[in-house]
């Protein structure tokens, strides 16, 4: 009987054991440590996220020029222009446009050869780039919502209060105004864009840009879905995208509250699309 009672106890431990096992190799499957995320490239914060096949991580290692400024001064804020070719011109500070970003990032990520920049985006359209603190932009007739800031040459934005400009123009006399609150929370989106050939396609950046809000995991976050595959971001960071297959690929952005609610923006929700290539 006692050695009935002992093969009883040691059988209920070794399922006791094995369940635990199965359901650590489950969580392993959606996050694993930082430490163990990447051998090269920028460096993960906290815990990477990984669902069908894809690995999704923040890093926050780059360069931070805290003491950047941008302001945008023509055209005025509010102010009227005529449609058609329109002047930008902004005033910069403890910024370098065109130097080469000192960081490894520079070497793992899609990077510029003409090096750091200014991004110009205008309604939630993709952005340009400009390497000159004055260019022109065409702008139809109509309201129009423009977002600057400060850009390392791999693209990463700088998201400190004073490295952004957010205004609204108006090109000629439209016939229907739009009415957009500069106070409210908005989400634009930045990158990635275009096309990424041979090792730039291995790790690909995701970076957006956030005005008068913040994130946390009791508050509001960013839902990307990346080729159908939903991740919840709960920090303001540039995230690293592994394990992306070649061709087109999608990613559709929401800011939404703790509920998962929409938080309510004309930009606030936006589906983009990339490519990857192989190199040649």
Not at 13 to 22: N, Y
Not at 25 to 36: K, L, R, S, W
Not at 45 to 72: H, I, N, T
Not at 198 to 225: H, I
Request: hydrophobic share 35%.
């Amino acid at each position: 009987m006692k050695k009935t009672y002992l093969l009883l106890a040691a059988a209920l431990l070794l399922g006791a054991s094995a369940c635990d096992t199965a359901r650590q190799t489950q969580e392993a499957e959606t996050q694993t440590p930082a430490a163990a995320a990447t051998s090269e490239g920028p460096t993960p914060v906290g815990a990477v996220m990984r669902k069908d096949g894809l690995r999704v991580f923040a890093f926050d290692d780059s360069p931070k020029f805290p003491e950047s400024q941008l302001r945008l001064n023509v055209p005025p804020a509010g102010g009227v222009v005529e449609p058609g070719t329109v002047e930008f011109d902004y005033d910069l500070s403890n910024f370098q446009l065109t130097r080469m970003t000192p960081h490894g990032n520079a070497e793992h990520l899609a990077n510029s050869q003409e090096g750091q920049h200014i991004h110009n985006i205008v309604d939630n359209e993709p952005y340009t780039a400009h390497y000159d603190t004055e260019f022109t932009k065409e702008l139809k007739e109509g309201d129009h919502v423009i977002l600057s800031f400060l850009s390392r040459s791999y693209h990463e934005s700088l998201k400190h209060k004073g490295a952004y400009d957010l205004r609204v123009v108006t090109a000629g006399r439209p016939a229907e105004r739009m009415e957009f609150d500069t106070n409210a929370p908005h989400l634009f989106y930045s990158r990635p864009k275009g096309e990424y050939v041979g090792k730039d396609a291995e790790q690909v950046m995701l970076d957006f840009y956030l005005v008068n809000t913040e994130l946390s995991p009791q508050g509001n976050k960013v839902r990307a879905t990346i080729n159908g595959t939903e991740f919840m971001l709960d920090r303001w960071m540039p995230y690293i995208m592994e394990g992306l297959p070649m061709g087109e690929n999608t990613i559709k952005l929401e800011l939404v509250d703790n509920q998962g609610n929409l938080i309510p923006g004309p930009y606030n929700s936006v589906t983009r699309t990339f490519r990857l290539k192989p190199a040649a």
